[in-house]
């Protein structure tokens, strides 16, 4: 059964950063696309970053310059790195892979992530 275990999540003042951290089990993150999405308080889940399983990376657009996502295939684990954090940044994150060889879509429980002075 495929797993992820994620954290990282925390409560932070606008300016911070923190890492997120999403260690697969039964699934190689270098077989799949992995993505981090971001779901804020009473809205929609929408994709934050991608990083495909050539390495190529994509950030949305408003994250650009602050966020980073990377991966450690001998960890077998994704992150996300989030800099200059802001109160909109705060909802639960939640890693997603989609495994090449099938399309098959699977996610995390989510880290909650709250950006607040």
């Known amino acids: 059964q495929v797993q992820f275990v994620e954290s990282g999540g925390a409560v932070v003042q606008p300016g911070g950063s923190l890492r997120l951290t999403c260690t697969a089990s039964?699934?190689?993150?270098?077989?799949?696309?992995m993505g981090w999405y971001h779901q804020p308080p009473g809205e929609q889940r929408k994709l934050v970053a991608t990083i495909e399983s050539s390495g190529f990376t994509i950030v949305e657009a408003s994250r650009q310059g602050r966020f980073v996502i990377s991966r450690d295939d001998l960890q077998n684990t994704v992150y996300l790195q989030m800099n200059s954090l802001k109160p909109d940044d705060t909802g639960d994150y939640f890693c997603n892979a989609v495994r090449i060889a099938d399309k098959t879509d699977y996610w995390g429980q989510g880290t909650r992530v709250t950006v607040s002075s």
């Open positions: 039964n699934i190689f993150v270098s077989s799949a696309d």
